[in-house]
């Protein structure tokens, strides 16, 4: 005979598992036994065992399951949780499980340290948690391989993933605020030998760069691309591997031409940082929401700068190059190594050399290395500043490339990429080995951070 509550359940009870989950499983505690560390749940299906064993491990307690009808169960957690004033988002409460307490104090120390990605990996004999700041991974938490299964699960649910898949990668997003600061958190799983490997990248908003000088370029550089990112229309391409600064350089052009005169457009995946006074869309391959799908309809929104995240693939660039030709400014990014091989990348993408040559106003490479500290001045040892590491915050090394007539004839001629480069030196680019060895004359770096990013 399917359970009646009779009377709310206490409001610690209500607290032992979040509301999403409830919602999301149709699950609602009714009893807690704390001496017999014992919670009594109602459900439509008791026999779901791989569902009561997650609930375990998200309360941190042995689980009863107990029948119960989804339309009472559904009206008992709109009734009495919506009615306890001490359930917090996130399902962060007072008083919570061991799991829930471990990674909310993993993830406010990485927020306030500075981390940029949290990655919690499972092993044979051991749960390791490592935090990447300044670009280096280093082991910030050795737990045991028990607690595994209890914090993934624990993660899932505040990303609101589903936390009985674990065969499939999955990618959710947590928004945390521990009443200090408060961060958006990319979550990634994946599936592995031991388990699922949840990488969590940290957004910070406050750490949105507002200034190039900041981001480590230097005064005559930023001239150069200031002139450029105020032409009506044309290309600017940011060029660089994964993990190199592209979106945050490409965040900090936009505020750098923002008004309200402006019709400035973007297409992200994901965005990252919200911007005010630009509208912002996220592509969606799930619903065929892509680059290229994006792309075309933005250009019937009247837009008068286009921000693409990354040219991946031969529609999408073709549609931002004849942007860039029909009085559109269009910023976007490519992997490459230097800026000169992105002119060929776009042409092996079959757009043809005369529309490149035309359509691309400037092309920035860039790369990061790790700042040295300001308080050592690289010495390390007891630094409180840099925690002994001698580096301290992250600058860019940026490579320029301004597309004049000599450079365009040269593309219309097929020229390689050696060539094109070669000329650009000519005409008077610094290459990213040059602004290296700039930087490291002026103590921002050091020679083994820039011969680590860049080849001479």
């Known amino acids: 005979m399917p359970f009646v509550l009779k009377t709310p359940p206490p409001g610690k009870c209500l607290r032992t598992l979040p509301r999403e989950l409830m919602e999301r499983y149709c699950v609602f505690p009714v009893a807690l036994d704390e001496t017999a560390n014992r919670l009594s749940v109602a459900m439509p299906d008791i026999y779901d065992y791989d569902l009561v ?49 471990l990674v909310d104090e993993i993830i406010q120390e990485a927020m306030h340290s500075g981390v940029s990605d949290i990655h919690f990996e499972p092993g044979e004999r051991s749960y390791n ?14 737990l045991h391989v028990r607690q595994a299964a209890e914090v993934t699960s624990r993660l899932k649910i505040m990303a609101s993933i589903d936390i009985a898949e674990k065969r499939r990668p999955q990618d959710g997003r947590i928004h945390f605020d521990d009443g200090s600061k408060a961060v958006d958190i990319r979550v990634s799983a994946l599936p592995t030998d031991y388990g699922q490997k949840m990488v969590l990248r940290l957004l910070d908003k406050g750490q949105i760069i507002h200034r190039l000088d900041s981001l480590g370029m230097q005064e005559k550089d930023i001239a150069q691309v200031d002139a450029e990112i ?15 600064g592209k979106t945050t350089t490409l965040y900090t052009l936009l505020q750098m031409i923002r008004s309200p005169e402006l019709n400035i457009s973007t297409i992200e995946e994901p965005i990252e940082y919200k911007l005010e006074g630009i509208t912002q869309t996220a592509v ?3 619903i ?57 990348r776009l042409t092996d993408m079959g757009i043809e050399p005369f529309l490149v040559a035309s359509a691309v106003n400037c092309i920035v ?92």
């Open 288 to 344: 065929d929401l892509t680059f290229a799908a994006a792309l075309r309809t933005l250009l019937r929104q009247d837009p008068d700068v286009i921000m693409v995240g990354e040219i991946r693939d031969s529609e999408t660039a073709e549609l931002a190059i004849r942007a860039a030709l029909t009085g559109h400014l269009v910023f976007s990014t490519l992997h490459t190594n230097d800026a000169a091989s992105a002119i060929v």
């Open 53 to 101: 064993a997650d609930l375990q491990m998200a309360s941190g307690m042995l689980v009863v399951p107990v029948e119960a009808d989804t339309s009472n169960i559904l009206e008992w957690i709109a009734t009495f949780v919506e009615k306890d004033s001490k359930f917090k988002a996130n399902g962060r409460q007072a008083g919570s499980s061991p799991v829930i307490r």
């Open 365 to 456: 490479a860039q790369r990061l290395v790790r700042r040295t500290c300001p308080k050592c001045g690289g010495k390390g040892g007891n630094c409180l500043n840099c925690g002994g590491s001698g580096f301290h915050g992250r600058l860019g090394l940026y490579e320029i490339l301004r597309l004049g007539e000599p450079l365009r004839e040269m593309i219309h001629a097929r020229k390689s990429v050696s060539e094109l480069k070669q000329k650009a030196i000519e005409l008077g680019m610094k290459t990213l080995a040059d602004d290296g060895h700039e930087k490291i004359a002026l103590g921002l770096t050091t020679e083994a951070e820039v011969a680590s990013e860049v080849v001479a």
């Open 284 to 286: 969606n391959p799930k």
């Open 230 to 244: 105020r032409k009506p229309y044309g290309m600017f391409l940011i060029t660089g591997p994964t993990g190199s």
């Open 129 to 142: 948690v490592r935090f990447r700041k300044d670009g280096v991974l280093h082991l910030a938490r050795r």
